[in-house]
């Protein structure tokens, strides 16, 4: 199950998943962030913070997940992973070739550190 805190005078999503992942958190995220999207164009940024990945239930919540993260990727200037997950670390190093978001990891204490980063926006280019 993914939690999720939606700052929407920054554009910023936090996800916190506490439990295997499922088809359903997918569902309801898109419900919250696809209006937004239609009227802002884009989110300012993405923040996971978990201790650990807690898997998925299912296929079915993988496959949900994979088109979730197809159908919004382009649609995302920044994902801060805050983490100290191995699994998770290495997030940033395999997103930047699927992803057109500017992705970065964080030790799981320096929330506020990520927040901040999402904040600034995106690298000018």
């Known amino acids: 199950m993914i939690k999720f805190e939606f700052m ?17 958190d997918f569902e309801r995220l ?11 164009g884009k989110l300012n940024g993405v923040m996971l913070v978990a201790k650990a990945f807690p ?4 296929l079915d919540a993988f496959v949900s997940h994979l088109r979730f993260v197809r159908d919004h990727h382009e649609k995302v200037a920044r994902v801060a992973a805050v983490t100290d997950s191995g699994f998770i670390k290495v997030m940033p190093l395999l997103a930047q070739h699927f992803v057109a978001a500017e992705v970065r990891q964080f030790p799981f204490d320096q929330r506020a550190e990520a927040l901040a980063w999402l904040e600034e926006g995106p690298t000018a280019e």
């Open 8 to 24: 929407r005078d920054q554009g910023i999503l936090i996800l916190s998943p506490d439990g295997p992942l499922e088809k359903a």
């Open 30 to 40: 898109a419900g919250e962030v696809d209006p937004f999207i239609a009227a802002n």
């Open 55 to 58: 898997g998925w239930g299912n």
